[in-house]
């Protein structure tokens, strides 16, 4: 008996020990894999079967280029559109800008015209040159065309049709020859301005050629006579870009009505105008 109760207390302890361990066993064993991976519930047993499966994946690839495309398709239209329209606007605001340019400019003319007469009149009847008028000549903005430009130097110009990219680059024509006649009516403002300083200043500012001689006033009138031709030729620029934006504006962007606009804009021919 004493051999047995000694076995039953020997083992208790193991016993327990198993019956601890036990639960956790189960537990590992029926805990559910991180991946659940299946194998393939049909097997490909014939070439129809194959044939299937590789219709069934290039169905599925035509479908996603599709709706790659279509996607594309539709950004690339709000991009032409937002072009489009930017280009518009801009062109819009060069018609504005030429206008008042032009105005300014010819109040400018009027003023070089009074001007030029007085010279001429003092060197003809030998008497000193009256008192220059006021010269008032209001602010102004002269056209641009960064939007285009930024868009050529982008690449994005290949959005348009090939006759709106025509239509635009006979503006930017249009524009780099004002450029050229802003750059030459500056220097001609500059050169008057250069001989006014020659001159000591009245108490208005203006210079006192009173005591300037018939050499003097000759090359003044030389000076005057410059500055109005440059001025002349910049408002017809003006007028021309402001004929070939406002047929743009219109939807006539074909370059026979442009150039049939920028004619009637400045009047007839530009080059006869100057012969």
């Known amino acids: 008996m004493a051999e047995r109760a000694e076995a039953d207390i020997s083992q208790g302890p193991a016993d327990r020990a198993k019956a601890e361990v036990a639960p956790d066993a189960e537990t590992l064993e029926i805990s559910p894999p991180m991946l659940d991976v299946h194998a393939p519930h049909e097997v490909l047993h014939t070439w129809k079967d194959f044939f299937i499966h590789i219709a069934t994946i290039v169905v599925g690839l035509f479908?996603?280029?599709?709706?790659?495309?279509?996607?594309?398709?539709?950004?690339?239209?709000?991009?032409?559109?937002?072009?489009?329209?930017?280009?518009?606007?801009?062109?819009?605001?060069?018609?504005?800008?030429?206008?008042?340019?032009?105005?300014?400019?010819?109040y400018e003319i009027r003023w070089l015209t009074t001007?030029?007469?007085?010279?001429?009149?003092?060197?003809?009847?030998?008497?000193?040159?009256?008192?220059?008028?006021?010269?008032?000549?209001?602010?102004?903005?002269?056209?641009?065309?960064?939007?285009?430009?930024?868009?050529?130097?982008?690449?994005?110009v290949a959005l348009l049709t090939k006759e709106e990219v025509n239509a635009y680059a006979e503006i930017e024509y249009v524009q780099s020859h004002l450029e050229e006649m802003e750059v030459a009516k500056n220097t001609a403002r500059y050169a008057v301005k250069s001989f006014n300083r020659e001159f000591l200043p009245l108490p208005n500012g203006d210079p006192d050629l009173s005591n300037a001689s018939s050499e003097d006033l000759h090359t003044y009138l030389g000076l005057l006579t410059s500055a109005y031709e440059a001025i002349d030729a910049y408002i017809h620029w003006l007028r021309i870009i402001n004929g070939a934006e406002s047929a743009v504006v219109d939807g006539r962007i074909s370059l026979d009505k442009i150039y049939s606009s920028e004619r009637e804009a400045a009047g007839g021919d530009f080059l006869k105008n100057f012969m």
Not at 64 to 76: F, G, K, M, Y
């Open 63 to 106: 479908i996603a280029v599709a709706l790659e495309q279509s996607v594309e398709a539709i950004n690339r239209h709000h991009e032409v559109a937002a072009l489009r329209e930017d280009l518009r606007q801009e062109s819009r605001q060069i018609i504005a800008d030429a206008r008042k340019s032009e105005a300014v400019h010819l």
């Open 115 to 156: 001007r030029i007469t007085q010279t001429q009149l003092a060197i003809r009847e030998r008497h000193p040159i009256g008192p220059r008028g006021t010269n008032d000549m209001p602010n102004y903005a002269s056209p641009d065309i960064p939007i285009w430009r930024s868009a050529k130097s982008g690449g994005r």
